[in-house]
């Protein structure tokens, strides 16, 4: 069982930044990915940015060079720096963990709301 809290919402004007952070605890395998996934009032869950436990990156093609997802391995702390915000990038946000074989958990999502 994985637990998994995010922190760091909140809200900012177009052209600012936020961190994310995503405390994850319990059974956490060495081979596993992370991941920040966002939701848009009435649009489907997307995927931001996943992160290997090698240290590979991947990112939606939307955020790339604005946002910078990074890992704490010895904390199990993941985090998404995100800069030059628009207001497209408003969404709850969740990060994920999924060690490999098992099926993925998610957090509780945090609030980000980037006003015009």
């Known amino acids: 069982q994985v637990q998994l809290v995010e922190s760091g919402g909140g809200l900012v004007q177009a052209g600012g930044s936020l961190r994310l952070s995503c405390a994850a605890s319990?059974?956490?395998?060495?081979?596993?990915?992370m991941g920040w996934h966002r939701q848009a009032p009435g649009k489907q869950r997307e995927l931001v940015a996943r992160i290997f436990s090698g240290g590979t990156t991947i990112y939606a093609d939307s955020v790339k060079g604005r946002f910078t997802i990074y890992r704490d391995s010895a904390k199990n702390t993941m985090y998404l720096q995100m800069n030059s915000l628009k207001p497209e990038d408003t969404a709850v946000y969740y990060c994920s963990l999924v060690n490999l074989g098992l099926p993925a958990s998610w957090g509780q999502g945090t609030q980000v709301t980037v006003s015009s």
């Open positions: 319990g059974s956490i395998f060495s081979l596993n990915y």
